[in-house]
Nanobody
Framework: QGHLVESGGGSVQSGGSLRLSCAAS????????MAWFRQTPGKEREAVAGLYTVYGNTHYADFVRGRFIISQDSAKTTLYLQMNNLSPDDPGMYYC?????????????????????WGQGTQVTVSS
């Protein structure tokens, strides 16, 4: 499998913004499903946003739609999550996830089991 390294987490006041990055390496090509998940203590990881690298099509959880933007760089090696208007409901450990995949057919992007590779996470804290 490839390797994913997240960065960009930190502490921000409610209403502020952060941009998370996920550097992907070790993949033979750019055909991957990718997603951001978040987790807080005592809770399962939940999907935040997903992206298919080939075409850049995106998916968003309802609770972030309109506030967060998932994107990738032109080389398709870095995944971003622009987090705007952060609220006290948004903190947690944010993880980048990926899996090689030649198409989006049957992709259940919300499911953790769809992804084979995970980063170490980057912490996001929101103060109110």
């Amino acid at each position: 499998q490839g390797h994913l390294v997240e960065s960009g987490g930190g502490s921000v006041q409610s209403g502020g913004s952060l941009r998370l990055s996920c550097a992907a390496s070790g993949y033979g090509d750019s055909s991957r499903i990718m997603a951001w998940f978040r987790q807080t203590p005592g809770k399962e990881r939940e999907a935040v946003a997903g992206l298919y690298t080939v075409y850049g099509n995106t998916h968003y959880a309802d609770f972030v739609r309109g506030r967060f933007i998932i994107s990738q760089d032109s080389a398709k090696t870095t995944l971003y999550l622009q987090m705007n208007n952060l609220s006290p409901d948004d903190p947690g450990m944010y993880y980048c996830a990926a899996a090689p995949r030649p198409s989006v057919m049957g992709w259940h992007w919300l499911e953790k089991t769809e992804y084979t590779d995970w980063g170490q996470g980057t912490q996001v804290t929101v103060s109110s």
